[in-house]
């Protein structure tokens, strides 16, 4: 059964700093993984997807690296900002085409 | 509209009772899931449908739980005899096709609070 775990659960940052979220997976047998962005009292936002067969994904700020052979996705904020506050979640798509998702990173960045 | 669509928004019910949370999915997708978030936890799946085939009901947490979609479009959740800890945001989400490098995209979202 696949388990996907998002460390560390919250992040603070200051304003400017650069983050760095982390997903672990337990069966690589996957897909694509997805990072989303989600609001407090809203739904899911898709950011990134990485296929199975990329090693990165990159748009504007926001940078998405995929190792399979070693369980692991990071997500790489650049410069960030007080509106990228929000809480960022992983998941990994596999056979059945069910998506597992991590628990999620609450990232706050402070002016 | 172009997005995933979700109605009601916000739902209380008394416990007991039946619920009814239908969702649009976006034009021509046809992959639809339901997922469950309950306060603070992570998403939970419940059910999964592809076009005319068999749906995946493998995260249906009881018998009380049981979703159906239409003409291979709009979807419903139903859920019977709510109980309190049914309470939680019921995501819907769509995607084209059963390709594998699909997005996935994902409704607002309705809120669920069973008194």
């Known amino acids: 059964k696949q388990e996907v775990t998002q460390i560390p659960a919250a992040l603070s940052v200051p304003e400017g700093e650069n983050l760095v979220l982390n997903c672990s997976f337990t069966d690589s047998a996957i897909y694509n993984l997805q990072w989303f962005r989600q609001d407090p009292g809203k739904g899911l936002t898709s950011l990134l997807l990485i296929q199975s067969s990329q090693r990165e994904q990159t748009s504007g700020r926001l940078n998405a690296s995929l190792d399979k052979s070693s369980g692991r996705s990071t997500l790489y904020i650049a410069a960030s900002q007080p509106g990228d506050s929000a809480t960022y979640l992983c998941?990994?798509?596999?056979?059945?085409?069910?998506?597992?998702f991590g628990g999620g990173t609450r990232v706050l960045v402070k002016p | 509209g172009a997005g995933v669509s979700q109605s009601p928004s916000n739902k209380v019910t008394e416990k007991g009772k039946d619920v009814e949370l239908r969702c649009d999915p976006i034009s021509g997708h046809t992959a639809l899931y339901w997922y469950r978030q309950s306060l603070g936890q992570g998403l939970e799946f419940l059910i999964y449908?592809?076009?005319?085939?068999?749906?995946?009901k493998s995260g249906l947490p009881s018998d009380r739980f049981s979703a159906e979609r239409t003409g291979g479009s709009v979807s419903t959740l139903t859920i019977q005899r709510t109980q309190q800890e049914d309470s939680a945001v019921y995501l819907c989400?769509?995607?084209?096709?059963?390709?594998?490098?699909?997005?996935?995209?994902f409704g607002e979202g309705s809120w669920l609070t069973v008194v």
């Open positions: 989400a769509s995607s084209s096709d059963r390709g594998t490098g699909n997005t996935i995209y």
């Open positions: 449908f592809q076009g005319n085939s068999a749906p995946d």
């Open positions: 998941a990994a798509k596999a056979a059945g085409n069910k998506l597992t």
